[in-house]
């Protein structure tokens, strides 16, 4: 059972609070803690170049636990599912709590509440994670998604991310449609492109190659005339785009 949520009364009657779930919390910890290999933790902790720690989980084993832990600890609603991943994110000591509580953010049982009033949570795990293993699969299986499904709210979005001071709103906003083929809005994706084709760190390089690169599967000729029409891409991004063309 969960945490008993708290409430407030003011003018309107009384409000719920959400609360996360203490006994999913203490479970996903308990269960990372127990499948730890410190003999792991160190490498994996130097490959992603990372001042979290490990627990030195890896990566198949922690999707079987997170699949006990999605069947055992369902969450009752909206607000105490995502305080919940909240919860996991933020008070995090280990890398991998962090990527459960990915994990959790797109468990099916939880798919019909994926609306665009979850993009401020995306974002805030987005800015605050700050790395290509929690940004990618944020930007490709969260806010992509819900870019795909709410166009009208999401695009305007991501055109202001492609010209943020932040440079994994940037990201984000160039790599989110990599599964959309011919669904790809290339309006979107020329404009934050064309917005950090300057640009010359590497993950904004490489996430443009990477884009073009994706979409060259389902459009190559629009790629190579993208690519030919911008003598301003790095050649990091030319490489990446013409790949396979």
């Known amino acids: 059972m969960s945490v008993v949520s708290r409430s407030f009364s003011g003018m309107t009657g009384t409000h719920r609070i959400p609360t996360a779930s203490t006994e999913f919390l203490t479970a996903a910890r308990d269960g990372l803690a127990d499948l730890a290999d410190p003999r792991k933790a160190p490498d994996m902790q130097r490959y992603m170049k990372s001042e979290m720690p490990f627990r030195g989980v890896p990566s198949p084993e922690r999707r079987t636990l997170g699949k006990r832990l999605f069947d055992a600890h369902p969450l009752s609603d909206v607000d105490e599912w995502r305080t919940t991943v909240l919860s996991l994110w933020r008070d995090a000591e280990y890398r991998e709590e962090r990527y459960v509580a990915i994990d959790l953010s797109g468990h099916r049982r939880y798919a019909g509440w994926q609306t665009p009033d979850l993009l401020p949570m995306y974002e805030e795990m987005i800015v605050s ?104 891409l790095s050649p990091l991004s030319r490489k990446e785009a013409t790949k396979h063309l």
């Open 129 to 232: 994670g700050a790395w290509w293993d929690f940004v990618d699969e944020l930007a490709n299986r969260r806010v992509g998604p819900l870019l795909r499904a709410h166009r009208a709210a999401l695009s305007p979005v991501l055109r202001r991310w492609a010209t943020d001071a932040d440079l994994w709103r940037r990201r984000t906003s160039i790599i989110c449609q990599l599964g959309f083929k011919e669904d790809t809005d290339t309006d979107l994706l020329t404009y934050a492109i064309e917005a950090n084709v300057g640009d010359r760190d590497f993950f904004i390089r490489k996430g443009i190659g990477w884009a073009l690169r994706q979409f060259a599967r389902t459009e190559p000729s629009w790629v190579r005339a993208f690519v030919d029409a911008h003598p301003a």
